[in-house]
């Protein structure tokens, strides 16, 4: 992790043409809404976490800056709804800045749930209430649209007379019509809905496709002089899910949905820790991340989901190097003193603003330098024929080379001598 004492920031050693033509910062705060704990669960790979340790992705939740998170869906059964109040009074009783929320879809009988739910935990939860909108859904599932409006109003009516808050989310929203999702929008702000959720279900959406759907609904909010925010819930099918949410922050949407690690069904939804990560970097929010790494890594075992190698910030190979180049100038930054220049001259991502380090290690790649740098770090003395006989080693192997390998070569040296040259 850096230390404070040796960060001295550089800005003016980056040309940032990601400024570019641009959008400028959005004039409201964004908010991320977690929904690991209901649509990552429906990723077909993944292990359930026990309500304990769900309670503890809760409490990392709000480290990271979370603002809201999804419990899950009441009405899937008594088992639903007991967790649900569980986790709805952990909330409360922890005084957790999370603002809880439940799936239902638009029926009296899947409210009902949120509403015990809410009773019993004395904790408020807003009901995420959804049918699907587009000319798809009502061909499947044999819906026309008097149906969709009658049941979307009933729904939010009785939420409403409940005393709950309500967001509206029109499945498939990235292939609906206008003109339907506009009468049913309509609908939903006259009847009290306090959000309306733009849904790319199946991951149709590209960036243009987003940027459009979410002016579109702010411009139809200010016609009808409406404060309803707008949300964005985007899936990865074509792998746009997280450059879409971030567009979908730039044209207006308040609040985006996503998950940790990405997981959800089919190829799963918006990475959390990656939408966080790019927020940060690009100046749109300005939480402590530096407990981001702990709730990755704390997700990934608890639904046993595996991180690949070369997975951004998390993966195992974010922020190593074996490279003789690239170690070299991280490592005359460091001899500077300068953590700053070292984390960012081959990096894009300063590892220390999110709790990691660089890594330097060696393989085929590297160099004398390199060498040099891995015994100095773990305090050991060198000598010519060492520092030969490593860098020998590590050019001669296949891929870098263990910790093991490299000590092994070290004892057999006895980790003796004056310098290297």
Known sequence: MR???????????????????????????????????????????????????????????????????????????????????????HIREEALRLEPNCAARTLHSDIVPIVEAVQRAGQPIVVHTFIGA???RQ?????????????????????????????????????????????????AVEHGASRLVLCDTVGHATPAGTRALV??????????????????????????????????????ATRVHGCGLGIGERTGNAPVELLLLNLKLLGWIDQDLTRLVDYVLTLAQVCRVPIPRNYPLVGE???????????????????????????????????????????????????????????????????EQLCAEILQRAKSAASTLTEEEVWSIVQAHGGQGRSCV
């Open 3 to 89: 230390d404070p004492a040796r960060t001295v920031s550089h800005p003016e050693f980056i040309h940032d043409w990601n400024g570019r033509g641009a959008a400028s910062s959005p004039a409201f705060p964004v908010e991320i809404n977690d929904e690991t704990l209901r649509d990552g669960m429906q990723a077909t790979a993944v292990t359930s976490p026990t309500v304990e340790e769900k309670r503890g992705l809760l409490e990392l939740m709000q480290h990271i800056g979370v603002s809201a998170v999804s419990l899950g869906m009441p009405a899937a059964g008594p088992w639903a709804l007991e967790e649900v109040v569980t986790l709805a009074r």
């Open 134 to 136: 587009s000319p798809l």
């Open 139 to 187: 061909c499947a599932e044999a819906w026309d649209l008097d149906f969709i409006l009658r049941s979307s109003t009933a729904a939010i009516d009785f939420a409403v007379r409940q005393g709950l808050e309500v967001a509206f989310i029109t499945e498939d929203t990235t292939r609906s019509t206008p003109e339907t999702l506009e009468l049913l929008f309509r609908a």
């Open 215 to 252: 002016r579109w609904t702010r411009d139809l909010m200010a016609r009808l002089g409406s404060p309803v925010k707008v949300e964005w819930h985007g899936h990865n099918d074509r792998g746009l899910a997280l450059i879409n949410a971030l567009v979908a922050v730039e044209a207006g």
């Open 317 to 383: 190979d974010a922020f190593r190097t074996a490279t003789g180049v690239h170690s070299a100038a991280i490592i005359k930054a460091l001899e500077r003193g300068d953590d700053w220049l070292a984390d960012h001259i081959y990096s894009s991502v300063p590892a220390g603003e999110f709790g990691r380090r660089q890594q330097l290690e060696l393989g085929p790649m590297s160099g004398m330098s390199g060498v040099r740098y891995w015994l100095m770090v773990r305090g050991l003395q060198e000598n």
